[in-house]
Each structure stands twice: as C-alpha cells, then as structure tokens.
C-alpha cells in the first residue's frame, strides 16, 4: 500500500537519538513511512491470534464450559431419577403395607370363619351322637319296660294260679290263667 | 471491610507508581536524549530489525515488538489458564472463561444465534485491542508504545470489518444487501434524499470506528505525558517544587482514567463491530 520508502518524507527512526527536534518532524502516527511495516505486522500477528483463538484456544473453553454444563444438567437429571425412584419405592411400600393390612384382615375372617365352621361341625356330630344315645336309651328304656310288663303279667299269672289253687284247690291252666287276665275288668 | 480498604490502597499505589514512572520518564536526562521530552516522541516508530518482504519495508518495530508481544500473552494466557480445564476453575480458568463469556454474550446479543461463527473473530478483536490499549499503559521508560495509538493499525481494522460486513452481506443476501441504504416506511420522493445519507453514513462507520479508537488512545497517552512533564518542570524550577504535587495528583487521577479508557475503547471497538455484523447477517431491517 505505503511502500514509498524513497518518498520525501523522513525514513524510519533507526533509534530513539536519531529523530532529534520533533517539533520540525511530522507527527509520527500520519508518517506514511511507517504504515508498511505496521499493516505487515499486524497482519501477520492478527492472523495468527485469529488463528490460534478460532483452532485452540476457544474451542478448548468451549468444550470445558460445555462439559461442565453437561456435568451439571446430568447429575441433576441423576437427583431427578433418584428421586423418582424414591417416590416410587414408597409407592410400593405403600402398597405392600395395603396388601399386608388387608391380608391380614382377610386372613382374620378366614380363621374365623374357619374356626366357626368347625364349631358347628362339631357341635352338629356331638349333637348327632347325642340323638343317637337319647335314642338308643329310649329304645332299650321301652324294650326293658316291654319285658318289665310281660314279666308282671307272668308273675301276675303265676300269682292268680298259686291264689286259685290255695283257694279252691283247683290247679288253673296257665291259658285258663292267662284268658282271665286278658279278661280283666278295667283294662 | 479492612480487606477492602487494604485492595484501594494497593490500587491507588499502583496507580501512583504507574504515573510516577511516567513523570520520571518525562524528566529524566537519561532518557532524555532527543525529544524525549516530547509528549509526541511516545508515539514514534523505531525500527529495531530492518527487512524488507517483496520490496516491502516489513523491518520489525517497536509496533511490531508490542503485536508480537500481544500475541504471545493472550495465545500463553488462554492456552495456559485452560490447560486443566477443570471442573471447578482456578483464578486463571475462571479468568479466561469470564472473558469467553463476556465477549460471547456481547455477539449473541448484537448480532444474534446465527452470528455465531464471528465469535472468534470478535473475540480476536476485543483481545488485541485491549491487550494493545493496556500493554500502552504500562510505562517502561524508552519503550512503551501504544500500538492503538497509530492510525494506520486501528484504520487496518475498522477496514477489515467493514469489509467482512460487505463480504458477507452480499455473500447471504446477494444485491438484496444494498437495500440497506433504502430506509423501509419513507414516501419515495424522499428517497433521492436519504439515500445518500445512509450510504455516507455506513462509509463513515469504519472512519469512526478507526478515529474514536485512535484518537482516545493518543489523546489519553499526550495528557498524561503532558501531566508527568509538569511534575519534572516545577521540580526543576527551585521554589516551584512545592507546586509539583498537583499535576502529580492528576497524573495518577488520569492514569485511572485511562485505565478505564483502554478497557473501555476495546469493549466499544468490539460492540460496534457486532453491531455492523448484525446488519450483514440480518440485511435490511
């Protein structure tokens, strides 16, 4: 661009004594001598920077403000599971406490129920041995006062014969004796 | 609360050593020789290696020793601050990543998501410059030189926006880019008028960009300059020397103040940037 180095102007300062004065010089910034060397140095250190920044060094903070962000987006989502995972391990303790209640209260009905069936059971087998005693008693209560009856109209018979034959001396037949008592009156 | 006033106390000292060192400078008969004196001389370019590149004068500098030297502690800086890339960052880290940060959201704010890929080259920018601008205000006697203070490198770089803004303009919206210059909404007979007045305003631009950059660095560095000679003359002047406190006081005031304008013009330099980016990605509004 400004590469007119054998232009009018004063060269390049070769060292701090060489430009003595400054008030007769131009001012050192409009000096278009030194633009050259200026806009080549900053070229090349701006690409540089440029280049260094864009290909390493941004990249590099970028990935360690980017895992840090993922380290900390995942152990919220892990605080988030885990208490998910706490809500539902006491969902499920709940529900096994439910089961367990009303388990128990099933089995209590169950028992009971249980334990009332074999009481009747029970009760209906002693209460049917019962019977059949009170039965059988009955039954041999009635044959005993069967035989009890027949042996009184034996001995009544035997009794009417010995009276009879003490009285009028006459041996009765047991028929003749068993025909008058059927004949009795009032029976 | 004592810590606090312990950190002004070290920056006021800083502050004053800073501008002290620039009042010796101004004084001093050792580096006296010439124009030191001179509150222009700071701005003088002194050829330390001569070369030439294809008939080119490409000698290197001592603009070229400050790039060079601008270069290698910002590439040091974020390589070095990030060779951990812990998960909890140190001093250095959290350093190199606030910057990241800062200059990222400046782009995504300015120019938007699909401005993204300028990133680095604003960033580059934002770096060199405030790199440059602060390098300028650390005053060794004979040497310092403020590279942003030459209007041919901050010209270099408003020119390479402004050409990266029509570059890509026309790249993404072909012809339909120089509707820029035809403000939407206007009757047309007022267009004769505003055209014009856009298109001198958007060839202003890299004018602005270059001369606000320019102009606060040189006129900031000629104050202080002018300042630090004074402490020199009334110390020098006998009885006077009473007086030589003042312009001390305001030379360590204006050192803090172009602290902040160095900052300050290297933020500036960096917005305006994304600023005329977003106009080549957006287009006409």
């Known amino acids: 661009m400004a590469g007119t180095s054998e232009h009018g102007t004063p060269a390049l300062n070769t060292g701090t004594e060489a430009h003595g004065g400054g008030a007769a010089a131009s001012f050192p910034p409009f000096n278009p001598d030194t633009f050259a060397p200026q806009l080549i140095w900053l070229a090349l250190t701006f690409a540089a920077l440029y280049y260094i920044l864009s290909r390493k060094a941004l990249p590099r903070i970028a990935d360690v403000l980017e895992e840090r962000a993922n380290r900390i987006k995942r152990d919220l989502d892990a605080a988030e599971r885990l208490k998910g995972e706490t809500d539902k391990a006491l969902a499920t303790y709940e529900q096994a406490l439910n089961d367990a209640k009303s388990n128990a209260g099933g089995i209590a009905k169950e028992t009971r129920a249980k334990l009332a069936a074999d009481v009747d059971r029970e009760k209906t087998a002693v209460d049917a041995q019962m019977n059949a005693k009170v039965t059988e008693a009955e039954a041999r209560i009635a044959a005993t006062k069967t035989k009890a009856l027949a042996s009184v109209n034996d001995i009544a018979a035997t009794t009417a014969a010995a009276i009879v034959s003490q009285l009028i001396g006459h041996e009765a037949t047991a028929d003749e004796v068993k025909n008058a008592l059927a004949h009795l009156p009032g029976k | ?285």
């Open chain 2, 1 to 285: 609360m004592s810590a606090s006033h312990d950190k002004q106390l070290g920056l006021m000292s800083s502050l004053a050593a800073i501008a002290g060192a620039q009042a010796l400078y101004g004084v001093s008969p050792a580096w006296a020789e010439g124009a030191a004196h001179s509150p222009i001389h700071q701005f003088e370019i002194n050829n330390l290696i001569p070369l030439k590149l294809f008939g080119f004068d490409a000698s290197f500098t001592n603009a070229s020793l400050y790039m060079v030297l601008a270069l290698s502690l910002i590439s040091f800086f974020l390589i070095s601050a990030m060779r951990q890339g812990a998960l909890v960052p140190g001093r250095m880290q959290s350093l190199a990543e606030l910057t990241y940060k800062f200059v990222h959201d400046t782009v995504r704010e300015n120019v938007g998501e699909e401005g993204m890929h300028f990133f680095p080259f604003v960033f580059a920018l934002f770096i060199f410059v405030l790199v440059l601008n602060v390098l300028g205000m650390i005053p060794i006697p004979g040497v310092t030189f403020t590279v942003t203070s030459q209007i041919v490198v901050t010209a270099a770089l408003a020119l390479l926006v402004i050409l990266i803004v029509i570059g890509y303009g026309l790249y993404v919206h072909g012809l339909g880019f120089f509707k820029l210059f035809v403000p939407s909404g206007v009757p047309a007979w007022l267009l004769p008028l505003l055209i014009p007045i856009e298109v001198i305003s958007f060839i202003s631009r890299p004018i602005s960009l270059s001369v606000r950059l320019f102009a606060n660095m040189l006129a900031g560095h000629i104050a202080l300059k002018i300042f630090a000679g004074f402490v020199g003359t009334l110390l020098a002047a006998g009885v006077w020397a009473i007086l030589s406190p003042l312009p001390m006081a305001l030379t360590v005031a204006l050192t803090a103040l172009e602290v902040l304008v160095a900052v300050l013009q290297a933020y500036v330099f960096a917005v305006l940037t994304c600023i005329y980016l977003s106009d080549a990605v957006h287009g006409a509004h």
